[in-house]
């Protein structure tokens, strides 16, 4: 291109505008087709403009050149005029017409019209998983043109800290309110306003209740709350480098749109900076398995069998009733006296194991709480606070510290407990009292979906 301007002196917008207008002629199939969506005085006073530009014999020559290739390639010859039927010909023009995204190429402004607002049905689900997606007439791999040809130039150019910002006017006639790109001109993550019709393949839709989405979607894997005005708020559903996300307002959908996020640096450096909070569903934290079972190693002989009973589904939650037996290498303390049950309680933001919060959302660092705190065997209680310390993939650390208890080094009990998603409580550190400076140890060695001894579940 650069070397086809520099020979013909031809003017960068001069080129632009005749392939613009081949670029749509290519598209029809004759030349009154063209005549017919954008006025004949149009297609002329763009040639005109052209020929204006023209001033030397070579770029005569290109012009004579580009216009061959008009008449070979659309056939724009009076025997071509009006060959299609009538209705074939109103079918091509309807088409164009919606995907053309200035009916006037010769203005070369923006548009973004109510002529894209097709009731489109979107999987999230295919899109998470890379299948063929389209959103707002446009699939999820594309680049900044991709865009422009579709909707016209946007009014707003800015440098973001995540990528390049694009967006458009936000009165009411917009369908694409922004996108993003990177230095690749790849976009990033497009969003749609408020007249967009669109809607997922559960319905969910501009305008769809907070509760609907939720009942939809279950809850967000992160959260962006806005500090300035608490009506607003982003929920981001996705995994993997790809999540979707709906904007709301008074607790009502406002816009949507997609990210793709190269090796999640986004997410985490919202994380980081406190921007999002992550929310997790926390049933996939406990494995909700009858006889799946743990086995633990711990400090002094101190190992542990644990394995669920039982699975109760109940409106405050799912309640999972587990059974343990200690270890006794010494073979001196009844069976009956090393057999405890305890039970978890998996609420929509927080889970119980007996008393106690473990857990709750947002899964963040820094994220704590206050709960009253039972300590078994002996039933001690006491205030707690609870504080997420690490996140690491699937890893979550939580340290408790429990104040004023007798017989503790200076009356405080302190319990750190690393959690991984799918498998529970994997490890486990927590010291004793009327001991100094010693800590007790928990590990995870193994998990089976039932125990290795059936008939005896206890037993290694």
Known sequence: MKLLLKKSNLSLGGVVVALDLIREILKMDNI?????????????????????LIQHTRQRILLCFALIVLYVFTGCSTSNFGSKDKKSTEDTINNTKQ?????????????????????????????????????????????????????????????GESFEDRAY????????????????????????????????????????????????????SYVYENEFRDSETTYYYGNNERYF???????????????????????????????????????????????????????????????????????????????????????????????????????????????NIILQNPIQVGNSWTHEFTLSPSNTKGNAKTTITDIHGKLITTETIVSNLEGFKDKIYKEINIYEEGKGLIEKKYNVPKIEDFTMHLLLDKYTEKPLNTEKWYLR
């Open 245 to 355: 996300y709906f904007h709301l307002e008074n607790n009502h959908i406002r816009s949507m749109g997609w990210l793709i996020d190269d090796d999640n640096h986004i997410i985490q450096n919202k994380l980081t900076g406190n921007v999002i909070k992550k929310y997790i569903e926390l049933v996939k934290i406990i494995p909700a398995k009858r006889h799946f079972t743990w086995y633990y190693n711990g400090s002094l002989d101190t190992g542990k069998v644990i394995t669920i009973d039982d699975i109760k589904e109940e409106p405050h939650g799912i309640e999972i009733l587990t059974k343990s037996c200690r270890e006794d290498r010494s073979g001196e303390v009844p069976l009956e006296k090393l057999i405890s049950s305890d039970k978890y309680v998996i609420e929509d933001n927080k889970i119980f194991y007996n008393d």
């Open 99 to 159: 995907n053309t995204p200035n009916s006037n190429p010769e203005e070369g402004s923006t548009q973004n019209s109510t002529s894209e607002k097709v009731n489109e049905i979107f999987s999230l689900e295919d899109f998470f998983e890379g299948k063929e997606f389209i959103f707002a007439g446009l699939p999820a791999d594309i680049e900044e043109s991709d865009v422009i040809r579709k909707y016209g130039k946007p009014q707003i150019y800015h440098s």
């Open 169 to 220: 006017t936000t009165d009411n006639s917009v369908v694409i309110s922004y996108f993003g790109v990177d230095i690749r001109n790849k976009v990033l993550t497009l969003k749609v306003s408020e007249s967009y019709t669109g809607y997922s393949s559960k319905g969910i839709k501009i305008n769809s209740s907070k509760d609907d989405l939720l009942k939809a979607y279950g809850n967000p």
């Open 32 to 52: 009154l087709t063209l005549y017919q969506i954008y006025g004949k005085q149009s297609v002329w006073n763009i040639l005109r403009e052209v020929r204006i």
